[in-house]
Nanobody, 122 residues
């Protein structure tokens, strides 16, 4: 299973960006999908997550500004970021908890994307 993020870039404070993350491969079922962010030297922190039924969870720092959504048919998760602040500058990573098919067997695991850089200028 592979996970590829896109949509990062440079934006001015107060602006918006939309991140996308697409999973592909021998996917039997995707359970939760989530976005994390990390500044070099710091721990990776959860930004938002969404389960298969649509329930969501957000970090306090992004509540009311970011919205996570998913397209189950496309195995894709999105992060709509609005009212961006300079402190939102980070590398954003997508994580997918997936059950994959391997021959006659199933395997549960988590797969991370390579990260996409979001830079918010003041």
């Amino acid at each position: 299973v592979q996970v590829v993020e896109s949509g990062g870039g440079l934006v001015q404070a107060g602006g918006s960006l939309r991140l996308s993350c697409a999973a592909s491969g021998s996917i039997f079922r995707i359970d939760s999908m989530a976005w994390y962010r990390q500044t070099p030297g710091n721990q990776r922190e959860l930004v938002a997550s969404i389960i298969s039924g649509g329930g969501t969870n957000y970090a306090d720092s992004v509540k009311g500004r970011f919205t996570i959504s998913r397209d189950n048919g496309q195995n894709t998760v999105y992060l709509q970021m609005s009212s961006l602040k300079p402190e939102d500058t980070d590398v954003y990573y997508c994580k997918v908890n997936v059950r994959s098919r391997e021959g006659l067997f199933y395997k549960d695991g988590e797969v991370w994307g390579q990260g996409t850089l979001v830079t918010v200028s003041s």
